[in-house]
Structures are given as structure tokens and as C-alpha cells.
């Protein structure tokens, strides 16, 4: 029997993709209220080499959000000084992270939301290609480590220590 993970996203996205994308909702910090997203979902993309989460300064500025503070972030493109905001994040089937700090973006960077490895290192995230179909897997809390090395290398051929 298959396990099911309340907290799991499963993606086919029925091609090779380039990038792991999704969307997402916002809505203000709830850590203590009950959820209300914008009436909008936004696109997101899955970021391994971002630290951290990140929206556009053209969201912040259509929600209204209240800035945090700031801080320097580091991009392929040089440091820049962002501005932060604290909101709730809702990931695919219904994942809640209550408060999340992001950083504004300038410019294009081709989605809405920038997922990085503060959301990512939650939880476990997988990206297959299997026949030239991209999927793509993320669960909330962890559950146990995937080590793909044991399935293909025969017992014979395996180190013991």
C-alpha cells in the first residue's frame, strides 16, 4: 500500500522541465490568526541556490505589505540591500508556513515568489526524470533520509564497514 503524506506535494509536470515551479499563496503573517490569503495564487519557483525566500518589489507593493526591515542579499549578479516582509506562505496542497521572511527583488526574475532553502530545508524535496518526464516531490516534516546509492549498486559491489 502507498503511503499518503497530508503535508506532501507531488508535480508530473509531463515533460522535461527546466525548472521546478508552482504556485502559491500569500497572505499576511497568521502565527497567531487564522490564515487569509490574497485572492490571487502567485508563481513560484523552487530555488536550490537561494538561501533564502524572496518576492518581487512589484508584489509587496500590490499587496500592501508592511516592510520588516532589510538586509543584503547575496544573487549571481553582485549584493543588493532588500527590503523584508513576514507572510504567510501556502504551498501546494494546502502547506502553511505561518511566518516566513522574505526579501523584495528587483526587476524580472521570472515568477512571483522565490521559494529558497529556508522552505526547502523543511522538509524533503525530490526531483525525478524518468523517461523524460520531470516530477517533482516536497513533504513537511521530514521523514527519513533517501539514499538513491542502495537501490543500484549490487549487494556484491557494496563497501561494509
Same mark, same amino acid.
Given at each position: 500500500?502507498?503511503k499518503?503524506?497530508?503535508?506532501?506535494?507531488?508535480?508530473?509536470?509531463?515533460?522535461?522541465?527546466?525548472?521546478? &515551479? =508552482?504556485?502559491?499563496?500569500?497572505?499576511?503573517?497568521?502565527?497567531?490568526?487564522?490564515?487569509?490569503?490574497?485572492?490571487?495564487? *502567485?508563481?513560484?519557483?523552487?530555488? =536550490?541556490?537561494?538561501?533564502?525566500?524572496?518576492? =518581487?518589489?512589484?508584489?509587496?507593493?500590490?499587496?500592501?505589505?508592511?516592510?520588516? &526591515?532589510?538586509?543584503?542579499?547575496e544573487?549571481?549578479?553582485?549584493?543588493?540591500?532588500?527590503?523584508?516582509?513576514?507572510?504567510?506562505?501556502s504551498?501546494?496542497? &494546502?502547506?502553511?508556513i505561518?511566518?516566513?521572511?522574505?526579501?523584495?527583488?528587483?526587476?524580472?526574475?521570472?515568477?512571483?515568489?522565490?521559494?529558497?532553502?529556508?522552505?526547502?530545508?523543511?522538509?524533503?524535496?525530490?526531483?525525478c526524470?524518468?523517461?523524460?518526464?520531470?516530477? *517533482?516531490? *516536497?513533504?513537511?516534516p521530514?521523514?527519513?533520509?533517501?539514499?538513491?546509492? &542502495?537501490?543500484?549498486?549490487?549487494?556484491?559491489?557494496?563497501?561494509?564497514?
Amino acid at each position: 500500500m502507498k503511503k499518503v503524506y497530508p503535508h506532501a506535494v507531488f508535480i508530473d509536470y509531463g515533460y522535461h522541465a527546466r525548472e521546478i &515551479g =508552482t504556485t502559491v499563496k500569500i497572505g499576511p503573517s497568521c502565527a497567531v490568526n487564522t490564515f487569509s490569503p490574497y485572492p490571487k495564487e *502567485f508563481i513560484a519557483v523552487w530555488d =536550490t541556490g537561494a538561501m533564502s525566500s524572496a518576492i =518581487t518589489k512589484a508584489i509587496a507593493s500590490k499587496l500592501s505589505l508592511r516592510q520588516l &526591515g532589510w538586509k543584503t542579499v547575496e544573487g549571481v549578479t553582485g549584493n543588493a540591500v532588500c527590503n523584508t516582509y513576514l507572510i504567510a506562505l501556502s504551498l501546494p496542497n &494546502g502547506i502553511l508556513i505561518p511566518e516566513l521572511e522574505v526579501a523584495d527583488c528587483e526587476g524580472d526574475i521570472g515568477c512571483d515568489v522565490l521559494i529558497g532553502m529556508d522552505v526547502i530545508g523543511m522538509g524533503d524535496f525530490v526531483i525525478c526524470n524518468k523517461d523524460g518526464r520531470t516530477t *517533482f516531490s *516536497f513533504r513537511t516534516p521530514s521523514m527519513e533520509s533517501i539514499d538513491f546509492t &542502495g537501490e543500484y549498486i549490487p549487494q556484491h559491489a557494496r563497501k561494509t564497514t
